[in-house]
């Protein structure tokens, strides 16, 4: 927890800064599992009669398989708004604090593991003019985690006493799971007094019309990526 992750500015504390600031650290990650493994695979002669045959031997002996998995929690983000034609010296009256959306309720309520129903829009409320800054608390939010699995197989060809190859096949998000990275978090208002947000996702009869509007991921990251290692090794 902590009221800036910068540290570039002093700030006054006092019950207003703790108020509006003092939240979860932008770099906080709840869960973080992480685990390595290495698994080398038994002989061939170890487990077939046959196991003296030659080219069996060099087909299924020497193979190893290892990898890292890991889940993590993603990190917290605070949602904001914009409203045409006006800045935040017109809520607050000053340029040295901004406005916060007021949160009226659960911003993850009736959200899914859709792409386009990531946030509440009915959580948030526009501020009134002359609001002092204070509202939805800093960081009240986490962004999507992860689910990765990175794992290679890998074969040693010995050539002679001293000299082998190396053969590899790596896999980065090896089952190609949809890891999304962001959420689209500032609601755009047309005016200050009109308090019906401009950038919703959905129309009013529930039909999708807006794929970039609040609430919806803003960004993937990378697919199953595959590449293959050879090296001689003497």
Known sequence: MDTTDTFTTAIR?????????????????????????????????????????????????????????????GTPFTPGFSVAGASG????????WGPALLCVRDPR???????????????????AVGSIGLGCSRNLVYGPGTNDWDMSLQKNVPLKERARLLLRGEAFN?????????????????????PVPTNLPYNSSGQLVNINGFGTVSGVRAARVLQLVAKFEF
């Open 13 to 73: 504390f006092d019950s207003n800064t703790h108020t509006g600031l003092y939240g979860p650290c932008g770099f906080d990650v709840p869960s973080n599992f992480v685990a390595n493994y290495v698994y080398p695979f038994p002989k061939f002669a170890s487990w077939v009669k046959a196991g003296n045959n030659g080219i069996a031997k060099a087909f299924l002996n020497d193979w190893q398989i290892s990898g890292q998995t890991s889940f993590l929690s």
């Open 89 to 96: 010296v017109n809520f607050t009256g000053t340029p040295s």
């Open 109 to 127: 309520t009736g959200t899914s593991d859709s792409p386009y129903n990531r946030l509440n829009v009915a959580a948030f409320a526009l501020p």
């Open 174 to 194: 090896v089952f190609n799971h949809t890891q999304f990275s962001g959420v689209r978090s500032s609601l755009t208002y047309g005016s200050i007094t009109n």
